[in-house]
């Protein structure tokens, strides 16, 4: 039970803006759990996803007030806002990006993307990523 807590909290966590490392935590609780792959993406794209969503409510809630004064000199929120204008929705599908993706989930929240297709897009995207990562870890794991 603690090696899920320690996946949840740690996709969480690096979901948000906070740095932190989800997918070492993912492969060392697959090296001791390999028979429970499954159950461990569906927690680590639970917490992730709900990670994303509290830099969605960030962005929009407080993106125009305090989030402004942290977020709006940044040449990375710059661009990121710039692509997010540009491609709109579609640039969810980055959100499992390292580095671009927590500020990108930011923006979607500033850029007053709707809850629903937000949680449909990031949900893909995060997911997708623990899949990868599982498949891969399996793959080196039988060989």
Known sequence: MEIYFSLFAASVLSATLIPAQSESVLVGSMLLMPEE?????????????????????????????????????????RRITNWYQRYGWLTLLGSWIPIV?????????????PLWRFLLVVTFAKTLRYVVVALTTLQVIAN
């Open 37 to 77: 792959v499954l159950g461990l993406v569906i927690i680590a794209s639970f917490g992730n996803t709900l990670g994303a969503v509290v830099n969605w409510v960030l962005g929009r809630f407080f993106g125009q007030t305090i989030g402004q004064r942290f977020f709006s000199d940044t040449p990375r929120m």
């Open 101 to 113: 993706g927590d500020p990108l989930t930011f923006c979607a929240g500033v850029m007053r993307e």
